[in-house]
């Protein structure tokens, strides 16, 4: 099983709708992001989370929010869906004892039409 | 702030070739990380090297090397020998001092038979 997983894979959605992308880990790291992959654009983080209370913006936060419901699990929710929301999402997390490395998710692909 | 240039987009080659991947970063912080991830076309995010500031030594990695040259703040990634599973979107990325990861916008490798 993978260390990062990430519910749905894929989902396609209208705009407007509200939509929610989970994950949870069992690598027992207490940092956790959310980045959103565009073609072209790269890797560009939405949200971070440190520990359990604490959660930051990230480059590009406006249109979604988050929350931390435990160490292992990390949501990310579009309160509002655009199409310009469409893109591949990464959940990741990282060791706070180590040079900062992440430890990726599988992606969810995510189309809203 | 942190930036990191990929300055090459898309880079084609024909399978045997050698091909370098660039990778120019910019930090104030005298300790930072560099990473190169790799995303194949089934889209998951694999960690390819890490390599802290204060060790500029090259790593080689059986048809895999990292050239990391503080003077040019550059950290560029040759594959020798290439084969066709090697193409892929490769990510460099940089974290210095109590910052998140900054990614570059990635390089799409297309290596032909």
């Known amino acids: 099983d993978a260390d990062v997983t990430q519910t749905p894979r894929n989902r396609i959605t209208k705009t407007g709708k509200r939509i929610m992308l989970e994950c949870s880990q069992t690598?027992?790291?207490?940092?956790m992001y959310w980045y959103r992959q565009d073609p072209g654009l790269g890797l560009r983080l939405i949200y971070y989370s440190f520990d359990v209370k604490d959660i930051n913006k990230g480059e590009i936060s406006d249109g979604y929010s988050v929350s931390r419901q435990a160490q292992a699990k990390f949501s990310l929710s579009l309160e509002s869906a655009i199409p310009n929301q469409t893109a591949l999402y990464f959940c990741a997390t990282s060791d706070p004892r180590g040079p900062g490395e992440l430890f990726f998710g599988e992606g969810s692909r995510l189309t809203v039409l | 702030a942190q930036k990191v240039t990929q300055a090459q987009t898309e880079i084609s080659v024909v399978e045997k070739e050698d091909v370098t991947l660039d990778c120019v970063y910019e930090t104030r912080d005298t300790t930072y990380y560099l990473f190169w991830y790799k995303q194949p076309p089934s889209g998951e995010l694999v960690f390819l090297i890490r390599r802290n500031s204060f060790d500029e030594q090259n790593e080689i990695s059986g048809r895999y090397s990292w050239n990391f040259q503080k003077s040019t703040s550059s950290f560029n990634f040759t594959i020798t020998a290439s084969q066709v599973v090697d193409s892929a979107v490769y990510f460099c990325a940089l974290r210095s001092g109590y910052s998140t990861l900054t990614f570059g916008k990635g390089t799409m490798l297309l290596v032909s038979p």
């Open positions: 690598k027992g790291h207490d940092r």
